[in-house]
């Protein structure tokens, strides 16, 4: 498709699994980004990538949380040992380069849900 | 669907009135501005964007108009549609660089 690709949609698992999210960008896009969105709240930045490599990674919550991306183009967000406050819709954006000169296109997000 | 907020500031307009949706943003240094809309259970989408070299621009029956001297974004939409409802929030990104400041929403409600 042309736009920003998020698998799954959903995923519920239990406390203390490991889960992994897949980002596919819309093609050519050199920046992708990571953000949470929690129920009442607003975005929630998570990383950034350009290209392959991830300058600014201060917004993951705790060292549970990373990511990577190959190729230039999917991404995966991965959470281990999942805690219930993981719980919230995870959404991935791409644009065409890194700075404010053209928007961020998003995804549908993928929904988590920790039992 | 997933709902993006509970607790979110709501402005309910009839069907065919035209809409005003409001955003302060945080910094004097902002000089890109993007309008997206958010329906329950999809991800943010893209409506209208200005840089701050404009104080309007104009889409499809929507307006927006920056003011950078307080700092104030709104957002017009005219003849406003049952299929409107949603949540809207605005973006800022900081001149030079990567990072984008979300605004928390606002949810509109079209009345039919």
């Known amino acids: 498709g042309a736009g920003v690709s998020q698998s799954p949609s959903n995923k519920v698992t239990e406390k203390g699994k490991d889960v992994e999210l897949r980002c596919d960008p819309i093609s050519g896009h050199t920046a992708l980004y990571w953000y949470r969105q929690s129920l009442g709240q607003g975005l929630e930045f998570l990383i950034y990538f350009q290209g392959n490599s991830a300058p600014d990674k201060s917004g993951l919550p705790s060292d549970r949380f990373s990511a990577e991306r190959t190729g230039g183009s999917v991404s995966t967000l991965t959470i281990q040992r999942t805690q219930q406050e993981d719980s919230a819709v995870y959404l991935c954006?791409?644009?065409?380069?890194?700075?404010?000169?053209?928007?961020?296109?998003f995804g549908d997000g993928t929904r988590l849900s920790i039992l | 669907g997933e709902s993006v907020g509970l607790h979110l500031p709501t402005l309910s307009v009839q069907e065919g009135d035209n809409s005003i949706i409001n955003c302060a943003y945080s910094?004097?240094?902002?000089?890109?501005f993007i309008w997206y809309k958010q329906e329950s259970g999809k991800g943010p989408q893209f409506i209208i964007d200005i840089r701050s070299n404009m104080d309007k621009r104009q889409g499809q029956r929507v307006t927006v108009l920056l003011n950078k001297t307080v700092k104030h974004l709104s957002l017009q939409i005219a003849a406003t549609q049952p299929g409107d409802s949603a949540v809207y929030f605005c973006?800022?990104?900081?001149?030079?660089?990567?990072?984008?400041?979300f605004g928390t929403g606002t949810r509109l409600k079209v009345l039919a």
């Open positions: 910094n004097s240094a902002s000089d890109y």
């Open positions: 973006a800022e990104n900081l001149l030079g660089t990567y990072k984008y400041i």
């Open positions: 954006a791409s644009s065409l380069i890194l700075t404010g000169v053209q928007p961020q296109h």
